[in-house]
């Protein structure tokens, strides 16, 4: 069966097309994928910020974990098992890059430090609690807000993502 070329992939071809015209050559796909990596986490942070603020406050973070956990699993309740096997985030960069592993490892992380019972299974309890664990700290200043900044540089999502799909430089 023939699969489509990621996002990533694709890019990267057309790049590498464009700099074989010019007679230049590639930047090597790692810097691809990490720039893209990084291009995805600013992007959730101006997406969790709702209001355009600049800040993402606790309601924003609440509802941007609840979608979260429902893209997991439907009952908004997911098991270790969803969290590990879940396609989204950077999942196709991390494929992109033999890194598939790597992903499923980062989200089995960020589900054990929320399963604070550890049954298997992220209550709403847990995901509401580790949501306001996690953003206290990553509240770099204490102002009971992040800044974006403070999200894509402290958050254990973000921070999670960068081990799935590391830099290269």
Request: proline share 4%; glycine share 10%; aromatic share 8%.
């Amino acid at each position: 069966m023939i699969r489509p070329l990621p996002l990533a992939a694709t890019a990267l071809l057309g790049l590498a097309a464009a700099a074989a015209a010019f007679e230049t050559p590639a930047p090597s796909a790692s810097v691809y994928d990490h720039d893209a990596a990084r291009a995805y986490e600013a992007e959730m942070a101006m997406q969790i910020d709702a209001d355009g603020s600049g800040t993402i406050d606790a309601g924003e973070l609440g509802a941007f974990g609840a979608a979260l956990f429902r893209s997991m699993n439907e009952s908004g309740t997911p098991s270790r098992a969803d969290a590990t096997g879940w396609t989204g985030g950077l999942h196709d960069i991390a494929v992109f890059q033999g890194r598939e592993s790597a992903h499923s490892a980062a989200a089995g992380f960020v589900f054990d430090l929320f399963d604070t019972d550890g049954d298997g299974t992220l209550s709403l309890g847990e995901q509401a609690a580790g949501t306001v664990a996690a953003a206290r700290a990553a509240d770099r200043d204490g102002d009971g807000v992040l800044s974006r900044a403070e999200f894509r540089e402290r958050h254990v999502f973000s921070i999670a993502a960068r081990a799935a799909v590391p830099s290269s430089r």
